[in-house]
């Protein structure tokens, strides 16, 4: 990974910034411009040489055709000054990147002046993706791309190690199923999907209620708590205020219900805040019920 002066002598930014600016979408337009006149892309849209001899470089023309109908809402020609939103931008990015490839030079056509072009996949798609990610890392943006070239969110670190390692064994199909949701969809870049992992997660937890035996709700959530702390103890106090907190927020905010009293989450940062404290809480349920966690 490369690095600069800064962030080796004062660590890199952490990525908290969910929007892809003039400047970061400079940088990204330019990157995509140099590939499509190296010829990376042509992995995917080759120019065929006049002569029939193979491919020499990106039929850019091509390129432009399918992209406007797989990624429907990029205007063509990219702009460097005119920024498109940041989804639209992210599709843009897993576009080339299931098309670069590191061209690779072969015979040189002299009347032509230009070489005949193999691609070689593998390092293409490395280096474009580390260049990618460079710059979003430079400019802490909660976004990368996978080694596969796919765009995901990135979590801040304490989360991402939790939700990475955790494991889901309730002893219930759905609950689990409803846990691993959650999981994935929070690192997804659009909003709407981490809008649906804190409904999945909010629903998790309150199938977790009836987990244990019990005539009613009340008692198996409480009978589900004293497993985690003592009873009568000051934790066990606090457990029960911070899940009685949670239920509340979940049936005042528009997380498991739509109705027009409830309100809307609109900001990125509030979702991820009410994913990550709910997320500790169930994760400390499960290790202390023998649930996994």
Not at 55 to 67: A, I, K, M, N, T
Not at 115 to 127: I, K, N, T
Not at 181 to 206: H, S, T, Y
Request: proline share 6%; glycine share 8%; aromatic share 10%.
């Amino acid at each position: 990974m490369s690095t600069y002066y800064t962030d080796r002598e004062y660590g890199t930014r952490p990525p908290s910034i969910d929007t892809i600016d003039e400047r970061l979408w400079a940088g990204l337009y330019s990157l995509i411009q140099t590939r499509i006149g190296d010829g990376s892309f042509g992995l995917r849209f080759p120019e065929q040489c006049p002569d029939g001899n193979g491919p020499c470089g990106c039929d850019e023309q091509s390129f432009r055709r399918v992209l406007a109908a797989e990624v429907p809402w990029i205007e063509w020609p990219l702009s460097a000054t005119e920024v498109p939103e940041t989804p639209v931008i992210l599709d843009l990015l897993e576009f080339c990147a299931k098309a670069v490839g590191e061209p690779v030079q072969g015979a040189y056509h002299s009347y032509f002046r230009h070489y005949h072009l193999s691609w070689d996949r593998e390092s293409g798609l490395e280096r474009f993706v580390a260049d990618v990610n460079m710059l979003f890392r430079r400019n802490a943006l909660a976004f990368e791309l996978t080694p596969a070239g796919e765009a995901r969110r990135v979590l801040p670190a304490p989360l991402a190690d939790a939700i990475g390692w955790a494991l889901f064994q309730t002893g219930d199909a759905e609950t689990d199923r409803l846990l691993e949701a959650a999981r994935r969809r929070i690192l997804l870049p659009k909003p709407e999907d981490r809008q649906d992992a804190l409904e999945k997660l909010w629903d998790a937890f309150e199938r977790m209620k009836t987990l244990e035996p019990g005539p009613n709700k009340r008692i198996q959530a409480d009978a589900l708590l004293d497993r985690v702390a003592a009873p009568g103890s000051a934790f066990r106090e606090a457990l029960g205020r911070e899940a009685a907190e949670l239920t509340s927020i979940g049936n005042s905010f528009r997380i498991r219900h739509s109705e027009v009293t409830q309100e809307a989450l609109t900001s990125p940062d509030h979702i991820e805040y009410l994913f990550t404290r709910m997320f500790a809480f169930v994760r400390l349920v499960l290790r202390g019920t023998g649930r996994g966690g």
